[in-house]
């Protein structure tokens, strides 16, 4: 069979550097001979990652669910708080989630021991029992995270959980049963070949004994790398045939972009605020957007490289990054008694007034502005690029030139996909609630109004593969499966299969569109009222029904009463078709 090998050096291992040098081994080698110089097979195993703590579940999570470490702080402290279980009551289903120690206490351990012997057998077990030890500097006050009770397994109580509730469960229960298990065996196998004094090698492995792996496998920040094919079984002397060559070129890359994950990671390492803080810290830097994430990349922003490079000049001890550490080690002194707590804060806020007070002085009557992004976008007044501004109701684009030229427009985004009415190019537009005042997100034809395609589904830039046309997905944080809109196709999905609130009785007769939009393709948040509104059509509609109801009564009465009565029916049947209109207006 054939396989792929690289290129190793010649005695000893040798990096080629420029494309002449990769030329001249090729020309070397190019009909000569190759043959088996060594076959090495060897065993590797691998350990278990050890239990949750706090800054290790934040990025697991936002690897494998996609959560935000706001969002898995919220979830595990419902776990941790208790959650109705059929047959047990009240559960707090984990310990306490806001920790940096490993310590496991010995009942758990035990109860772990149990349940891998009776599911896995002898074999998933190790001679001892795993014990990890915390990092230096650890407050160790609490337990790892850990399931509170071994044999409440996921699946056990899947039905008493919400999906995320159950996701996290499940991640924190089969992390802490794999930290308990035997390592996983690897076989590793690397084949030599040398032509003339040209050595290239290629190695293999392939999984022996899965262990710790039958439950749990760690994720990771950086690209899994890619496996090789098996190798041939050869064995030293054998005779091969170069089939082919093929030249690559590797650039040094720059350190890549934080990830939630990765940046939580980063503030661990370097001691940047505590396990409780994590989230916040994170979640506060995007809500005032000093940075924005795209595709789980953090990338500054314009304000945030602004409002950074103020601090960096005005308070540089503050935004030092060993801040945090040095003030733990402060208090840690405090703690012992070789320091009093009041010189520390005395030492501390003598410098900080004072950097307040020069930094007052020398911004005093300053207004700092942040860089505008210029657009590609020109404007139809004075055909200056138009930038982006951005207002209490989001951002949009605007002409440079104000107040000379007051010109602006929606910011749009292209989406990918296709409309599915005329084929046009899909667009993402903001528009502003006039119930709540706060912007949202639809997506609409390049040609709307002309084209009277908008929801407040997102396209996704993979195709329907049955009827060929673009598919969406349901809006909103994590993963939403793909569902195709197009009616005629047998892989359609309805709308009352999406996942949306049902309508009710009201909107049954009122024309729509598109889901998320009225009739007159419209958004629907343009024409949502208040709860207050509601009330008035209601009484209506009961005035009108009781209005009715005398009617009838009324005929046995006379014939100049009932005329009276049938012109107040009709003028309540007015007001009750017109009630139901509004009702009808308010859910489509």
Not at 43 to 64: C, G, H, M, V, Y
Not at 70 to 89: H, N, P
Not at 107 to 127: C, V
Not at 133 to 143: F, I, L, T, V
Request: net charge positive; aromatic share 8%; charged share 30%.
């Amino acid at each position: 069979g054939q396989f792929k090998a690289s290129f190793y050096g010649r005695e000893k291992k040798v990096e080629l550097n420029s494309e002449a040098e990769v030329n001249a081994v090729m020309e070397a080698v190019k009909n000569a001979p190759f043959a088996v110089t060594g076959v090495k097979r060897q065993d590797k195993q691998r350990n278990p990652a050890p239990p949750f703590i706090t800054s290790t579940l934040q990025q697991e999570a936002s690897r494998k669910l996609n959560m935000t470490p706001a969002r898995t702080m919220s979830i595990a402290q419902q776990l941790y708080e208790g959650v109705d279980i059929t047959g047990e009551g009240t559960v707090g289903l984990i310990t306490y989630m806001r920790t940096d120690s490993l310590r496991i206490s010995e009942e758990a351990l035990s109860a772990a021991k149990s349940f891998i012997l009776g599911r896995y057998g002898k074999d998933y077990y190790p001679a001892t029992t795993r014990r990890f030890k915390a990092k230096a500097g650890a407050q160790d006050a609490h337990e790892a995270i850990r399931p509170s009770n071994v044999a409440l397994y996921p699946e056990a109580v899947e039905h008493d959980l919400t999906k995320e509730q159950y996701r996290l469960y499940k991640l924190i229960w089969s992390r802490f049963i794999a930290s308990q298990m035997t390592n996983a065996l690897y076989d590793v196998t690397a084949i030599e070949a040398a032509c003339g004094n040209h050595v290239f090698r290629a190695t293999h492995q392939s999984m022996k004994f899965s262990g710790f792996t039958a439950i749990y496998e760690e994720g990771r920040d950086d690209e899994q790398e890619k496996l090789d094919s098996p190798l041939p079984d050869l064995a030293p002397g054998e005779a091969l045939t170069a089939v082919g060559f093929d030249k690559q070129q590797h650039f040094t890359q720059p350190p890549a972009r934080y990830t939630e994950a990765s940046l939580v990671r980063a503030m661990e390492e370097k001691g940047v605020g505590r396990p409780s803080t994590y989230a916040a810290i994170i979640a506060t830097i995007q809500d005032r957007e000093y940075v924005i994430k795209t595709d789980k990349k953090l990338s500054p922003t314009k304000l945030g490289e602004v409002v950074n490079g103020l601090m960096m000049d005005r308070f540089p001890n503050i935004i030092s990054v060993e801040f945090t550490a040095d003030m733990e080690k402060q208090l840690d002194q405090v703690e012992a008694g070789q320091r009093r707590w009041k010189s520390v804060l005395e030492e501390f806020y003598t410098g900080f007034h004072q950097e307040m007070l020069d930094a007052e002085e020398a911004l005093k009557d300053t207004r700092l502005k942040v860089p505008d992004e210029v657009s590609d976008e020109k404007c139809e007044i004075c055909g200056r690029n138009l930038v982006v501004k951005t207002s209490r109701f989001g951002k949009f684009l605007a002409c440079p030139g104000y107040p000379e030229c007051k010109f602006t427009k929606p910011l749009v985004v292209e989406m990918p996909g296709r409309c599915p009415v005329c084929g046009g190019r899909l667009m993402k537009r903001t528009g502003v609630s006039k119930k709540s005042g706060k912007q949202y997100n639809y997506y609409c034809c390049e040609k709307f109004p002309t084209c009277s395609f908008v929801t407040f589904d997102v396209p996704v830039k993979d195709d329907c593969p049955v009827c060929g046309h673009t598919m969406f997905k349901k809006s909103g944080r994590g993963f939403k499966r793909p569902f195709c809109i197009n009616p005629a196709c047998e892989n359609f999905l309805p709308e009352d299969q999406r996942g949306y609130p049902k309508r009710t009785a009201a909107s049954d007769g009122t024309e729509s569109g598109t889901n998320g939009t009225a009739a007159d393709g419209q958004p629907t948040s343009e024409t949502v009222q208040t709860e207050a509104s509601d009330k008035p059509a209601a009484k209506k509609t009961t005035t009108a029904k009781k209005t009715a109801a005398k009617k009838s009564t009324a005929k046995k009465t006379g014939t100049a009463k009932t005329a009276a009565k049938k012109s107040t029916a009709k003028t309540a049947a007015k007001k009750t078709a017109t009630a139901t209109e509004k009702a009808g207006a308010k859910i489509a």
